[in-house]
T-cell receptor
């Protein structure tokens, strides 16, 4: 099967740094993605890691360790507008009743609240 | 704005009814995905189409079906609706190749309420 674990809630203050962890179990791992979703809005792609290491995109960075089946999203210089849900997603081989498919599985999401 | 459009934005209907949700992918994207998001839940993959053909199927109920048309827009049909089908339905697109499935662009979603 395929499963992802991430904290359900994280709270931080404006200007701080926060790290959202994600551990996963999957078969046929192809990569770890992160998406942001504001309340009632569409998920927005943030980053993708296929190889070990850190990827930086502005205030956001994402890290992957394939040997540890672990990754994290690092948000720096937090702003109020960063308050949202953050989902990690793994692309791997999923088993459905209809057969196997290489698809994204999303975690349950981490609700980040940024306080003034 | 992701470039993916979905209609309608909201839909209220009764149990037993049938509805059709519509999605237009970003220009140039060949893959379309459908997801269901229930309250406080993650995104559940339903089905993927690539260039008009069904590519992969998730645990999509038999009451649900989809198709992708020659102009690449897609429709998700939900029939014999039940209260539990109330959810946000998202369409996403990626592409143009199959290799970039990790980067998906989501539409604004259709909020379905079954009464």
């Amino acid at each position: 099967g395929q499963s992802l674990e991430q904290p359900s809630e994280v709270t931080a203050v404006e200007g701080a740094i926060v790290q959202i962890n994600c551990t996963y179990q999957t078969s046929g791992f192809y990569g770890l993605s992160w998406y942001q979703q504001h309340d009632g809005g569409a998920p927005t792609f943030l980053s993708y890691n296929a190889l070990d290491g850190l990827e930086e995109t502005g205030r956001f960075s994402s890290f992957l360790s394939r040997s540890d089946s672990y990754g994290y999203l690092l948000l720096q210089e937090l702003q109020m507008k960063d308050s949202a849900s953050y989902f990690c997603a793994v692309r791997g081989n999923l088993n459905f009743s209809s057969g196997s498919a290489r698809q994204l599985t999303f975690g349950s999401g981490t609700q980040l609240t940024v306080l003034p | 704005d992701s470039g993916v459009t979905q209609t309608p934005k909201h839909l209220i209907t009764a149990t037993g009814q049938r509805v059709t949700l519509r999605c237009s992918p970003r220009s140039g994207d060949l893959s379309v995905y459908w997801y269901q998001q229930s309250l406080d839940q993650g995104l559940q993959f339903l089905i993927q189409y690539y260039n008009g053909e069904e590519r992969a199927k998730g645990n999509i109920l038999e009451r649900f079906s989809a198709q992708q048309f020659p102009d690449l827009h897609s429709e998700l049909n939900l029939s014999s609706l039940e209260l539990g089908d109330s959810a946000l339905y998202f369409c996403a697109s990626s592409g143009p190749g199959l290799a970039r499935q990790e980067t998906q662009y989501f539409g604004p979603g259709t909020r379905l309420l079954v009464l």
